[in-house]
């Protein structure tokens, strides 16, 4: 429900796009109570999918992406198993030939299970042309022991924003046992603490951002709470 909300919430930021990639091809994971009720809400927020427009045969979520107005999405992974088209280690580099291919890429929970996960971030920025959107949902907190990895809010803000330049389009976290409640997240450069807070329950963080026509001086990312003004 988390993810599929934010896609369609961020619809809009990504009609232009026309070559879309997503890290590990994604399934819906709807059982039937869950799809009735995914069902109503894409329906209040505009898009009428039906049960048979909404899934696939193979379970598989281009269907989903086609009904958002999404483009054609291609699948990066580290095996073929599951039909993706290009088939990459993301704790490794990624080949220059995929250099500025896409106009949209995400980062579908992904990132997380990545060991290295800073060259993956950095490979998300390579594949983007400049313009693209880069979106991520991937797990926050209380979900220990689901990835190597749980995000905070200086991924979003400072690597993204303030070391690639991006512009946020958003930057939310969202709980998975309350999905209609979406807590914008904001810079948290300067703030105590980094903007620390404290969560119950699992929780997603959501971010939409768009890469910069042209690339400002990179500078390695510094949590928010540590930087003195003349390395913001």
């Not at 994604?26 to 894409?42: A, C, I, N, S, W």
């Not at 989903?64 to 198993?81: H, N, Q, R, S, V």
């Not at 599951?82 to 088939?87: D, P, R, S, T």
């Not at 500025?100 to 990132?111: P, Q, W, Y």
Request: proline share 7%; net charge neutral.
């Amino acid at each position: 429900m988390v993810p599929g909300t934010f896609l369609a919430r961020n619809a809009g930021h990504v009609k232009d796009c026309k070559r879309g990639l997503i890290l590990g091809r994604q399934k819906m994971h709807l059982r039937q109570r869950r799809l009735t009720r995914f069902l109503q809400v894409m329906n209040g927020m505009g898009f009428p999918f039906t049960e048979s427009t909404l899934t696939q045969e193979d379970g598989f979520s281009e269907a989903f992406f086609k009904g958002l107005g999404y483009p054609e999405i291609e699948a990066m992974d580290f095996t073929d198993a599951e039909g993706a088209q290009h088939v990459h280690d993301l704790n490794l580099p990624c080949p220059k030939a995929l250099h500025g291919k896409f106009d949209l890429v995400i980062d579908g929970g992904t990132s997380e299970h990545i060991f290295h996960i800073g060259t993956a971030l950095d490979t998300c920025h390579q594949l983007l042309k400049p313009g693209g959107v880069m979106m991520s949902f991937v797990a926050c907190d209380g979900w220990f022991g689901h990835g190597f990895f749980q995000t905070g809010p200086d991924v979003p803000w400072r690597y993204w924003h303030h070391a690639r330049g991006y512009e946020m389009l958003e930057v939310s976290i969202v709980s998975r046992k309350e999905p209609g409640r979406i807590i914008p997240i904001h810079d948290p450069t300067g703030q105590p603490r980094g903007g620390e807070r404290a969560l119950s329950g699992p929780h997603m963080i959501v971010y939409a951002c768009r890469k910069p026509l042209k690339a400002p001086p990179y500078r390695m990312p510094v949590q928010g709470h540590y930087t003195e003004a003349d390395h913001v």
